[in-house]
């Protein structure tokens, strides 16, 4: 696991370049069946998991969610809801090797090599071509008008940097980019940690070591808005279902979805253990402000042994001043 803040002067790490499946043709879907993969791989994968002393299902643990699997489809494999084996080789063994490090240039701005990245070498164990699961062409819906005005105000606002409100809130370090809610995977840092008692979970993530406390007790929403939302836990079966609404107005810090979902997000997240070293993890964003209609994405995490260290970002966070001198350098050359 890694702990550090990758900011570059004049550019904040915020494109996620996820393995490209470009080069994969597009060859005959697989069979329906595909996403028992999961189990093909590992015995203890087809053992039953534990449950702890309520009989609910033990979800505790540290928790693995890095993959190369992109959250949308790529064009490429519009047609191709899961990958073959043959694909999942190929993109496997492209992610080895865009590993290899290579010496810095004049134009870098960003992270140059993959040193300080950590995106997972592994196709997702459902074997499909995105995280994105419905709409069924695996892709974010599309924008409404009020979604495309806030995402041009967005950029417009990074653009100008006339202070640290203008920058989105991973940057300021008040939120992980990947830390949500909801959780997507990102370059690094991609491990959660959840703790539960019989009234309460606690969803502890690496990035920004965020912690969501999350009651099971049937009490109300309450009305106070906040940065991860306010959430609220249920069983239903051997799934937690947790229920997120009373965002505020900044929306969530992840990374990958543009705009970020507003104080109108309702976020609805559902964790399940199909196996020891599973954890199913699916979420749906219902945004109708910023999207013209509800998305829903499955990210498999795999069991962990390691720990989660504390991730001090401000005090990683160099670059905040340099970003912002860089904005009032090029004022004044413009």
Not at 174 to 196: K, M, S, W
């Amino acid at each position: 696991m890694l702990f550090r803040c990758l900011w570059a002067v004049g550019s904040p790490v915020t494109a996620i370049a996820f393995v490209s499946l470009a080069s994969i043709g597009a060859q005959s879907q697989a069979p329906s069946n595909a996403p028992s993969a999961m189990t093909a791989s590992n015995p203890t994968r087809t053992a039953k998991p534990p449950r702890g002393q309520n009989g609910r299902p033990d979800l505790e643990g540290v928790w693995n969610f890095s993959t190369i699997t992109p959250l949308q489809r790529p064009q490429e494999l519009a047609e191709k809801e899961f990958l073959t084996d043959e694909d999942a080789a190929a993109l496997e063994q492209r992610a080895a090797e865009n590993r290899v490090e290579r010496a810095p240039t004049p134009a870098d701005l960003g992270g140059h090599n993959q040193f300080w990245n950590d995106r997972g070498t592994k196709v997702a164990a459902t074997m499909r071509t995105s995280l994105i699961v419905d709409p069924p062409d695996g892709k974010l819906p599309a924008l409404t008008p009020e979604g495309q005005k806030r995402a041009a105000a967005v950029a417009e606002a990074e653009r100008r940097s006339a202070g640290p409100e203008d920058f989105l809130v991973y940057v300021r370090c008040i939120l992980g980019f990947n830390a949500g809610p909801p959780i997507i995977p990102g370059p690094y840092n991609n491990f959660v940690e959840i703790i539960q008692t019989a009234d309460h979970v606690v969803i502890h993530n690496e990035m920004v070591h965020d912690a969501r406390i999350v009651p099971l007790d049937g009490r109300p929403h309450g009305k106070i808005r906040q940065w991860m939302g306010d959430s609220r836990g249920r069983w239903e079966g051997d799934t937690l279902v947790i229920d997120t609404i009373n965002f505020n107005q900044q929306g969530t810090g992840t990374i990958l979805v543009r705009p970020p979902t507003d104080e109108n997000l309702r976020l609805v997240e559902r964790f399940s253990r199909p196996d020891v070293d599973t954890l199913l993890y699916e979420f749906t964003i219902d945004d109708s402000t910023i999207w013209t209609r509800p998305w829903t994405a499955v990210v498999p995490m795999t069991r962990s042994d390691a720990h989660i260290y504390e991730y001090a970002c401000h005090e990683g966070n160099y670059a905040m001043a340099n970003m912002l001198s860089a904005a009032r350098a090029r004022e004044k050359k413009e």
